[in-house]
T-cell receptor, first 116, second 117 residues
Framework: SAVISQKPSRDICQRGTSLTIQCQVD?????MFWYRQQPGQSLTLIAT?????????ESGFVIDKFPISRPNLTFSTLTVSNMSPEDSSIYLC?????????????FGPGTRLTVL | GNSVTQMEGPVTLSEEAFLTINCTYT??????LFWYVQYPGEGLQLLLK?????DKGSNKGFEATYRKETTSFHLEKGSVQVSDSAVYFC????????????????FGKGTLLTVNP
């Protein structure tokens, strides 16, 4: 199984600013994913990040708001741009374990973001 | 589209009590079903899974059976412990509608379980 770390673990930000969240994996993985968990809601996939290509965004999420980088096979960043209080959520990265038969996903501990 | 509905929480039980957390789903294809658990301050961990009808997933004393006729995947444990206190998420993946990959998980809202000594 993969071990995933995220930085920061939590942050409080002002409206209109941007925050970059880092995701580090202890092994090389092809696919990395970013999810959002709004208060009282389920996890929602934001985008899929493959190394060497542009991220693929889900409906309702756009690159200008959530730019993603994937410079290598163990690292990715998600930026939450021009934040508003509605962006207050937990952001999680995950990776797909292609070695497992059913391509299980492993999740990081999450970044708890509060926007004032 | 796909969706997962799970029992609203929070659920509070005494140690050694029986646990059931209900989960039902809608899917257009032939989904795989999962239960994830999130302990305080930690990331989501896969608890168990089932990939076809009538499969039973089990782990750490927890069980769930894939019931296609009722589109359900209820989580059960016969005797809970304080250490089981966590948030439990039911999820599905539908490879037929995800480009062949299991990666696109659809989650329920999560159920907070608290077990008291």
């Amino acid at each position: 199984s993969a071990v995933i770390s995220q930085k920061p673990s939590r942050d409080i930000c002002q409206r209109g600013t941007s925050l970059t969240i880092q995701c580090q994996v202890d092994s090389q993985v092809t696919m990395m994913f970013w999810y959002r968990q709004q208060p009282g809601q389920s996890l929602t996939l934001i985008a899929t990040a493959n190394q060497g290509s542009e991220a693929t965004y889900e409906s309702g999420f756009v690159i200008d708001k959530f730019p993603i980088s994937r410079p290598n096979l163990t690292f990715s960043t998600l930026t939450v741009s021009n934040m508003s209080p509605e962006d207050s959520s937990i952001y999680l990265c995950s990776v797909e374990d292609v070695a497992s038969f059913y391509n299980e996903q492993f999740f990081g501990p999450g970044t708890r973001l509060t926007v004032l | 589209g796909n969706s997962v509905t799970q029992m609203e929480g929070p659920v509070t039980l005494s140690e050694e009590a029986f646990l059931t957390i209900n989960c039902t789903y809608t899917a257009t294809g032939y989904p795989s079903l999962f239960w994830y658990v999130q302990y305080p301050g930690e990331g989501l961990q896969l608890l168990l899974k089932a990939t076809k009808a009538d499969d039973k997933g089990s782990n750490k004393g927890f069980e769930a059976t894939y019931r296609k006729e009722t589109t359900s995947f209820h989580l059960e444990k016969g005797s809970v412990q304080v250490s089981d206190s966590a948030v439990y998420f039911c999820a599905l993946s539908d490879p037929m509608n995800s480009g062949g990959s299991n990666y696109k998980l659809t989650f329920g809202k999560g159920t907070l379980l608290t077990v008291n000594p």
